[in-house]
Structures are given as C-alpha cells and as structure tokens.
C-alpha cells in the first residue's frame, strides 16, 4: 500500500515563506536567492521563534562535530545572506535579533502551513550566568521532525547534484582557458530581442551590478570604453555589440568579451550569458537561465551572473562572500534603466545632466541606494555639499541593500559628507583589503591627507591611484595638487600634460592649470583656462571666483569684485546656489581683511541668503570675526558645531581660527595663541571648498605676536605663507603675508628686512586701486622707515 503523501513544510513570516521540500525561500511568490547553509540556518530560527538559539547550536546544525572549517565567519556569512535576503537591518532588526557573542533570536510572528501563529514571548530579564529557554506555543513535532527531514534531504539532493557539476566543471574547465585576477574583461550591450523596451540598458546595468562586486572580475571602465571607441572612429556612447567588442578587447588588451540577450518564450524569457576569449574567439563559459514572467527576470540574471563568475575563475569562497542579489539593490528594470541613463549622460556631458534621470529612478525605487548615493557624488561634485549630505544619508541608512563594493563606496562617501575622516578612513581602509585593484580608496585617502596637511602621504596615495586607474581624470588632478602643494609645479605640470596627451579634460584639470599659471604669473594661461569654461555649466564659476581671487591679489579690488558678481551669477544659472553663495562669502573675507568692513558684511547678506550651507557659514562666521562682529560669530561658530557633531577639520582647524579670530578682536593674543594649538599639526592643510590652502592658522598666529610685540616670532609665522606659494597659490594670506612681514621686521628692529618687505609689497600692489586702507596704510607706515 502506498504510503500517504506528506504535506509540503512550509513556514511564513512577514511576506516570506521557507519552503524546505524544494530548497525555495519565497516573497510574495517571487523565489529569493539563498545557499543552502542559510536556508538550513534560517530554518533552525523558524524552528525556535521568540527563543535565542547559541552560536553552538548553529556550528552543530551547519558542520556537526567532526568538521573543520571557519565556524565563526561561516556563522556571519550565512546570518548576513540571510539579512540580504530579507532586506532586514542589523541595527533595527525585523526578523533576526543579535545576542552580542552568544547567538541569534527569530523575533517575527512564525505561521506554519497548518497551524495558528506563533507568536514570540518575550524573555524577562535575567542573570546572564543563567539560560532560560522559554518556549512558545510550538510548530507540531512530527512536522518539524518532517520538515528537518526534507531539508536534509534537499541538502543531500543539493550536495549530490554539486558533486556531479563540480566533476563536470572540471573536465570542462581543465581543457578551457580561465581567466586571472590580472586580466581585463569588456562588457558589452544586452541584446534585447523582446517587443519590451524596459529591457534595454537596465540589464546591462544590472549585470554590471553584479560583476561590479567581484574582486576577481576587473571590468573595463565605461569612460575607458568610451574614449576607445572614440579612437575606434565611433562615438563613445556607440552600442557595445558583440561585433564592436571583439575590437574593443584587442585594443584595450582585455582577455574576454562578456554579452548577453534575452528572448521570449511564450509568457517566459530566456537570458543568456556568455564570455568569449579575445584573441581566439573560443567560448571561455556560458549560462542560459529562463524566467517564468517579467518581475523574475533580475532573480534570474543573478543567478546566472553568480555561475559565470565561478566558470571564469573565481574561486567559490570569494563568489559566497561577495554575491549579493541584484534584486537586493533593487527590482525595479525601469530605475536600473534610469541609472544607466543618468551614467551615460555623465559621462558625455558632466554631473547636472543626470540629475533629473536619478530623481526618476528615486521616484521608481525609494529604496534604490545607489540612486541616492550617485546623486549625493553629482553634488558634491557640482560644489553642493548640503545636497550631496542629503542623499549620502540616506544612501547610507540603505546600504544593507547593496553589493559590499557599493556599500564601501556609500560609507566613504557619507563620512566625507558629514566631514568624518577618521570612520572615513577606517572604511576606506578596508575597502583596499578587499578590493586591492580599486583605485577609489586610494584617492580619497589621498584627499584625507591633504586637508590634512599630510602631503607626502597625499602624494604617495594619489601616484598609486594613478597606477591602478590611468583613465580617471580627477587622479591626474587629485596629483598635481599633491605636488603644487610641496611646491613642485614642475612635476605638476608633467601630470596635467600627460591627461591632455590622453585626451583626457575637465573641470578639475582646468583648475589645476590656472593655479600653475598664477604660480609662473602667466596671465595669458589663466586667461585661457577662466575663456575655457565661458558657458559650461558648472565649471565657469569656480575660473571666475579664481580669477576674482588673483585681480584682489595684486589689489584690484573693484576687478575682483567684478569677478565675483560675474562667478556667483553663472553659479545661480547653473542651479549652485551654495557655489554661488560661497563665491559671495570669499569675497566677503577678501574685504574684511582689505579693511573694508561695510562690504564685508553686505557681502556675508548676500551669501547667507544665497544658501546657508555648512563651508559658507564657516567663512562667514571667520569674517565675521575679522571685522569685529564677535558676537555673531560666536553663534554661528555654536551652531556649526551643534550641526555637525563629528565634522573632524570643523573641530580641528576652522572653529580654532574662528575662536582665534575672535580673541584678537578682544585684544587677547594668549588666548588667540592657545586656541590656535589645536590646528597647528594640520595648518599647512587644504579646504576642499577653496582648492588651496588658506594657512590661516600661521598667518592669525603671527598676529597674535604683533600683538605680543614679538616682531621674530610673528616674521616666522607669517614667512609660512611665502614658503608654501603652491599651496596658498592666490588667496588672501598669501598676498598680505608680505605686508605682515615688513610690519614683524619693524617691531623686531630689522629695519633693512622691513624695508624691503615693504617695498616689495607695493611694488606687487603697485596698480592696486588707491583706496584700500590696508595699501594707505602700509605706505605710511612705508614713509614711516625713510
């Protein structure tokens, strides 16, 4: 007689449900990706609703006794699968609960097939010496007994059929070329042969995704692509076929050209992948995956994306560990096709162009974070950082929903935005461990340093980042600074030719060759790069807030403000209130420390009702100060650092200058000194919202000794302006520096070096507009030594 069937085990919690029987944890019909050991894990939790289950327990249900491997990561990596899956938040659980150093706890209501719910109870509290096990109203114990049984089977069944495939594998694979974790790949365009548009580019994206989180895997860059294809006689924004990237391959001396399609089958789709070596055309591995309706067609493609990846080399460890779903990051085709949209257009034409296709795949997908998280990169890089801070956070409170690479990229850049170099740099630090080829963590280590003042550390981070990645343009940048900074405009100079020789160019670059130009007092150069970005959104306000800065530096004054009008006028067209107000604001201190007071404060009007963003309030509250409104500076000072508790160069180098600034107004130069020691280790940094360095410290301090009347010791302090001219390039200090030293050389007695200095500072300003007080002074105070 036959025996009876069983009935099918499942659990539900949430909108999930674990079906033991055929290995399938499912949302709302949809089947989710899962391994094996965490499937067996989360049904161990579901067994146990309400009831912490021990670290022990899990090693024993996953390993047994006998077996020897890394229990504890084992443990972290199926618990983080498992959170994956569920989207659950280790910070504010849903489901899954930590038990610091001791285990898990299931904490959702649990509903068998054929049972009431089970809901958890709670456990009182109790001495941690003692366990108590308190147990809920149970799932049936032949069922659970059924349900271990089935999912044992189903283990052995999976064991089985992977010990079949790996056999298989290795034939195949022992006769097939692999790839190395040298090797370059292209990828190419999706071929869509669908009647649906929804398919192209998103696909593309979405395998990008997925590929994107393999440390093996070293994909070709989409602006490495695009310049190729430029040398190729095509556009870069050309198709990428199969045709198309066999050429790509050789010329960018890649190893294997990886394509994909999808077709329909009736109601079905049927996705395929395959990758083919570049020289010979052999088929390196292929994959062909088929999905039941339109809403499986991403489960499926990861599917398919994690296979391949394990044909091409990768080992089976590195693919567990970095193999988050790409419906983990999203499930929506039409936002992936915004994203993809949004990086095109970048591409071609800079940041603001795809803005308004990110805000789409936002509106598709409030959950996408990477959406935000490019949006939050867009701004910062269109001089924003109050946007830039919006979207970060909230990439960041999404970051469980991504692959580890992309959670990396998130953190650094949410620490960046709220100004957090030390969390910044532990992440970044840890994203070199694990993606050593990536060139990302090196440059923004580089960029640490440098606001930090640590240029050989900056210099050494920025060449490697040069090295791994040669097609970035900010890297060519990022070094030049890092030698205009140590006073080598030689070798800057070298790096920015070599970008333009690699057609390389860009806002950044552009930047970098207007301050070599100054430094070498060619006008003409500096004319060339402000007429460079006449008309370019976003890139013609920081040319003519830099020329502001030089007419103001020889003391053309009514020039410079000119410029500045002209620079927060563009940056208003362009949509950059923050860079329009912090163009104002510059100015402002330009004119508080001319001794233009009136203007001063009009202009600290004009910015905060601009945009009263973070780095305006900070200049503002510095002149503030400098022009003796000490209260209110004071206040924004408080407010700053109320607003921005871990903003590290907020509390180690501006609000000391602010507080410094403030003391000298009171005629308190012992307390000026006092605060000032705080930002002496990073004095010679530089302010990323300025691109130099404003060697503010030195310059407040040397103040502070006039005050003193130690003329020996203020001449030194304000001799530091002078000897980093790469750094300070045309700011404010630097061309008052000379002025400071002739005053130090005269309270010191050295009036042979006062003279000079004071003949060559009038000589610098020698058609500066008449009424400056501080040039009316300094020619009296000049008549004074004859």
Known sequence: MASPALPSPVLRFGPFELDAVNGELRKAGTILKLHPQPQRLLLLLLEKPGQLVTREEIQHCLWGSN?????????????????????????????????????????????????????????????????????????????????RDHMAIAALATAAALTILSAAAFWHFSHTPKLSEKDTVVLADFRNDTSDPVFDDSLREALATELGQSPFLNVLSDRKTGETLRLMGRSSNERVTVNVGQELCVRTGSKALLSGSISSLGSHYLVDLSAIACGSGDTLAKEAVEATRKEDVLHSLSRAATQLRTKLGESLPSVQKFDVPIEATTTSLEALQNLSRASKLTFERGDAPGIPFLKRAIELDPKFAMAYATLARHYNNLNQPSLSLVFAAKAYELRDHVTEREKLNISAAYFRSTGDLEKMAQVLEQWKAEYPRDAGPHGSLGANASLLGQHDKALAED??????????????????????????????????????????????????LYF???????????????????????????????????????????????????????????????????????????????????????????????????????????????????????????????????????????????????????????????????????????????????????????????????????????????????????????????????????????????????????????????????????RTEYARLQ
Request: aromatic letters at 6%; proline letters at 5%.
């Open 463 to 512: 060449v490697e980042a040069l090295r791994l990645k040669p097609d970035i343009v900010g890297n060519y940048a990022n070094l030049s600074v890092a030698y205009r900074a140590l006073n080598h405009p030689e070798q800057a100079q070298a790096v920015l030719q070599q970008a333009l020789d690699r057609k390389l160019d860009g806002g950044d670059i552009r930047d970098e």
């Open 516 to 778: 070599l130009a100054f430094l070498k007092r060619d006008s003409l150069q500096m004319a060339e790069q402000v007429a460079w970005g006449m008309g370019k959104p976003n890139q013609e306000a920081p040319l003519l807030s830099y020329q502001a800065d030089t007419e103001a530096y020889f003391g053309h004054l009514e020039r410079a403000r000119e410029f500045s009008r002209r620079a927060a006028a563009a940056a208003v067209r362009s949509e950059s209130q923050e860079q329009a107000a912090l163009c104002q604001v510059l100015a402002a201190l330009r004119e508080a420390e001319f001794g233009q007071a009136a203007e001063a404060r009009r202009g600290i009007a004009i910015a905060l009702s601009l945009a009263a963003g973070r780095d305006v309030k900070v200049l503002a509250a510095l002149t503030l100060a400098r022009v003796g409104e000490t209260a209110r500076a004071q206040s924004l000072a408080a407010k700053l650092l109320q607003e921005n508790p871990s903003n590290t160069l907020l509390k180690i180098y501006w609000l000391p200058i602010v507080r410094a600034a403030v003391a000298l107004k009171g005629n308190d130069a012992s307390q000026a000194l006092k605060e000032l020691q705080v930002a002496a280790p990073y004095e010679l940094g530089r302010s990323s919202s300025l691109d130099r360095g404003t060697l503010y410290p030195a310059y407040l301090r040397g103040q502070a000794y006039l005050l003193m009347h130690n003329g020996a010791a203020a001449a030194l302090e304000f001799q530091k302006a002078l000897d980093h001219r790469g750094l300070v390039v045309n700011l404010v200090t630097g061309c008052l520096a000379q002025l400071q030293i002739a005053r130090a050389s005269a309270l010191a007695g050295d009036l042979a070096r006062a003279r000079a200095a004071y003949s060559d500072f009038l000589s610098l300003w020698n058609s500066a507009d008449p009424g400056i007080p501080i040039l009316q002074q300094a």
């Open 67 to 147: 077996t020897f491997v890394d229990f504890e990561g084992g443990i972290n990596f199926c618990v983080k699968q498992i959170r994956v899956a569920l989207a659950d938040n280790v910070e504010k659980p849903r489901y899954i609960e930590t038990v610091p150093r001791r285990g898990y706890r299931f904490i959702a209501p649990v509903i068998s097939a054929d049972s009431k719910p089970v809901a958890p109870r709670e456990v009182p509290e109790v001495d941690s010496s003692h366990e108590i096990h308190i147990v809920p109203p149970p799932v049936p114990t032949r069922r659970l007994a059924r349900l």
